[in-house]
């Protein structure tokens, strides 16, 4: 299995996710295009976290749907104002550059037509790096999640981090990633496929000492190569 770090940003590094709603869609998106078969991404949409305990799971309207047929395993994600992290690997050949377009295709069409614009949403073709080594894959999936850190503590990218506490449970409160699935918190379980990492990180009690740690020792000394400039 090849491990890809999968980004990309918005055109100009505009703002793709605008409100909740597009949040949503996003993360719908990532659900719904990762199949083989063509789909219909209006098919259904997911629960309210607020007031379903079937947290993050698809409801969809007439009925249940068929079991998807995987291009990829979406292992990890986060979505940021104007650019999204993925890791991924292929369950078919040739499924990540298919799910990649499927997933930023769809999700231009639904944001230009909601805000009445055209033209290209992302910026080019998305970025993607193959995890090569053990280092590499150590600290991605907590690189990917503490992204959010950068509306609340930009310092972090500078290897200082005021308030490790304050920075956690901000994260524990940001909807638009897999981190809650991981530390054990369900909301949008339906997306990734977990198994793996948990088994490396021995759960998600392991999961969360980890980041704990990071945010601790904040060890970025090989992550400039996986930014977007």
């Known amino acids: ?9 918005g055109v100009d590094k505009r703002i793709v996710f605008l409100e909740s709603d597009d949040y949503v869609r996003g993360v719908h998106d990532l659900f719904e295009f990762n199949d ?15 007031n379903d305990r079937d947290v993050g799971r ?6 249940e749907r068929k079991k998807r047929k995987l291009l990829v395993k979406i292992h990890a994600f986060c ?8 890791l991924i ?8 550059p298919l799910f990649m377009k499927k997933f930023n295709g769809g999700y231009a069409k639904y944001f230009n037509e909601k805000y009445k ?3 290209a949403l992302f910026e080019g073709r998305y970025k993607r ?7 590499h894959f ?24 005021h308030a490790p506490g304050v920075a956690m449970k901000f994260l524990s409160s940001y909807r638009w990633s897999s981190h809650l699935d991981y530390i054990g918190e369900e909301n949008f379980p339906s997306v990734t496929q977990r198994d793996f990492l948990l088994g490396f990180f021995s759960g998600h009690a392991g999961y969360r000492q980890g980041v704990t740690r990071w945010l601790q020792a904040l060890p970025l000394a090989d992550e400039p190569r996986m930014t977007l400039e």
Do not use: C
């Open 138 to 161: 150590i600290h991605l999936p907590y690189y990917i999640h503490l992204n959010p850190l950068d509306l609340v503590a930009p310092e972090w990218r500078e290897r200082t981090l």
């Open 89 to 96: 690997s292929e369950v078919v050949e040739n499924g990540m």
């Open 117 to 119: 614009r055209n033209g």
């Open 129 to 135: 790096v193959a995890v090569k080594d053990e280092a």
């Open 79 to 86: 979505l940021m104002p104007n650019h999204y992290h993925l």
């Open 36 to 50: 083989v078969e063509q789909v219909n991404n209006l098919t259904h949409f997911f629960r309210s976290r607020a």
């Open 1 to 9: 299995m090849i491990l890809y770090h999968v980004l990309n940003r």
């Open 58 to 63: 698809p409801y969809i309207a007439g009925g």
